[in-house]
């Protein structure tokens, strides 16, 4: 259904006032099909809530809304097999399944967007990735019209990582997920705040309830103040480069990884810059949480882009780390890459 507003102020979480040339609400494979044919050498953009993108500009083509709708739901002695297409709202899918006694997303509660985003960056949060309950994705290859199944392996998932960043990007769009959920349910409280709560967390109701107030507390309700929530990925870096900084930051948070690796709380660095609650044009850095960049009311994408930027210099200047978004940066013809238009 192409419809004849053309502002995309509502379709992304930063609020801005861009423009496409053409909307369209694509609710079945058909209309996918038919748009993408329409558009052949034309620029052409799928989104779902557009809670992880920053636009540069007006859209110089058809931006299509992912609106597949529907799930089925199988069970057998070991777990449940949810089948669910993506273009369902993935915080009222995590909530269906916990009120239904489904247990396993509960930690993965409150992240805007929809379900087929959700293998694209692999979401992760509070001690759980999409990959530790993500059975299989079902793709459609837009100039073949045919649908592939992909096995949770197949899909290469890592830190906000996975192919469908890569090989399965352009010309093909995620139609489902497909979840297995364990009837042996265990609570994932390796989050340290899950862990110290006065009652323990017990139940997978308890710990969305948990989950949600720690969200609502530190990060910003989109519909009211304009964010992608994290704008810059965690980095990660030498055993030997974190153990100089904890030289001077003895706590500073950090979580080995393989291969004498460690990741680094970029907010963390962030907030060490100085630049927490920081302020230019009308963009901002959340008083709350210092990875999170705002629009503090008619910010344009270039007031974002140069607080993106301020941001990333500066913690250079202090760390010697670039940081990289994760938020993906759409220009007037697509996505262009986000580390070139920040240095
Ligand atoms: P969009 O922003 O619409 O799209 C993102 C990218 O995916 C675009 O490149 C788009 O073209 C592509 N795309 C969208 N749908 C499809 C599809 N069906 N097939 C193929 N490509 C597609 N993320 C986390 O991982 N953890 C968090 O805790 C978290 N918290 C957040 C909190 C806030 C307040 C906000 C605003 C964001 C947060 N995010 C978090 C980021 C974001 O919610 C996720 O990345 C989410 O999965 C994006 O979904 P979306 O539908 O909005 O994607
Ligand atoms: N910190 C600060 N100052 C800040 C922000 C954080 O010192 O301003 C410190 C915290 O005290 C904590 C550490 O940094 O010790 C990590 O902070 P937090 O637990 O809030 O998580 P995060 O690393 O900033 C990541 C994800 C979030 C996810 C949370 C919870 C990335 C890029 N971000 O944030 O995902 O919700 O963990 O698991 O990995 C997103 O991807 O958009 C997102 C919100």
Redesign the pocket.
């Known amino acids: 259904m192409t419809c004849s507003q053309t502002s995309l102020k509502s379709l992304n979480?930063f609020g801005l006032s861009v423009s496409a040339e053409r909307i369209v609400y694509a609710h079945n494979t058909e209309t996918l099909i038919e748009s993408w044919q329409a558009n052949q050498n034309k620029p052409w953009?799928?989104?779902?809530?557009?809670?992880?993108?920053l636009f540069l500009d007006d859209f110089d083509g058809t931006v299509v809304v992912?609106q597949l709708k529907g799930m089925s739901i199988e069970q057998n002695q070991e777990e449940w097999l949810i089948h669910c297409a993506?273009g369902e709202n993935?915080h009222e899918f995590v909530a269906l399944t916990v009120k239904e006694g489904m247990a396993g997303l509960e930690n993965l509660a409150l992240?805007?967007?929809?379900v087929?985003?959700?293998p694209?960056?692999n979401?992760?949060?509070y001690g759980v990735e999409l990959k530790d309950v993500c059975a299989y994705v079902d793709i459609l290859d837009l100039n073949r019209n045919k649908t592939m199944r992909l096995t949770n392996k197949e899909c290469l998932f890592g830190y906000r990582e996975s192919i469908?960043k890569h090989q399965y990007q352009q010309g093909?769009?995620?139609t489902a997920v497909g979840f297995s959920l364990t009837k042996h349910w265990q609570p994932n409280l390796s989050y340290g705040p899950l862990n110290s709560t006065e009652t323990p967390l017990l139940t997978p109701q308890a710990i969305f309830d948990k989950v949600c107030e720690i969200r609502r507390s530190k990060?910003?309700d989109?519909a009211k103040i304009g964010?992608?929530?994290?704008f810059f990925k965690n980095p990660i870096i030498s055993t030997q480069d974190a153990e100089a900084i904890k030289r001077h930051y003895p706590n500073a948070p950090f979580y080995p990884q393989c291969g004498n690796l460690v990741k680094v709380a970029a907010g963390w660095l962030i907030d060490q810059a100085g630049l927490k609650g920081y302020k230019a044009d009308h963009a901002g850095v959340h008083p709350q949480q210092a990875l999170v960049l705002i629009n503090l009311g008619d910010a344009q994408p270039e007031d974002l882009v140069s607080m993106a930027k301020h941001v990333r210099d500066t913690v250079f200047n202090k760390f010697a780390i670039w940081l990289e978004p994760e938020v993906?940066f759409i220009g007037r013809q697509g996505?262009v890459n986000a580390v070139e238009t920040l240095s």
Do not use: C, D
């Open positions: 979480t953009l799928l989104i779902g809530g557009g809670s992880n993108m992912n993506a993935w992240i805007p967007g929809t087929g985003s959700a694209i960056q979401i992760g949060a469908f093909y769009v995620i990060l910003p989109p964010n992608a929530g994290s993906r996505e």
